[in-house]
């Protein structure tokens, strides 16, 4: 897991019980699940990750490209909650 991801969807997901995260490319559900559990002490009911494609952008007039990745959200049950500091 690199780190949360602190967006508006996120923070609005987050009031749901539902915590959005950046992981490493190659990263399964279940590695993210014991990510989850040992670093925040809480544990998923469910974990879906998704593909972010990389898009292409123009900077000071030369053509490059923002990298892609993954993310992951985590579901919580009722109580549980991730502190972001």
């Known amino acids: 897991m690199k ?3 602190i ?6 997901l987050a009031e749901s019980n539902v915590y959005a995260f950046d992981v490493a490319a190659n990263a399964t559900s279940a590695e993210v699940r014991k990510a989850v559990l ?7 009911v469910k974990v879906n990750m998704v593909k972010v494609l990389k898009k292409s952008v ?4 030369r053509k490059g ?3 892609g990745g993954k993310k992951a959200y985590v ?3 009722k109580g549980d909650k ?4």
Request: aromatic share 14%; glycine share 4%; net charge positive.
């Open 75 to 77: 579901y919580l049950k």
């Open 82 to 85: 991730i502190e972001m500091a």
């Open 58 to 61: 123009f900077i000071r007039g």
């Open 7 to 12: 967006t508006e969807k996120a923070s609005m």
């Open 38 to 44: 040992h670093i925040y002490k809480v544990s998923p």
């Open 3 to 5: 780190a949360p991801r």
């Open 65 to 67: 490209w923002k990298p």
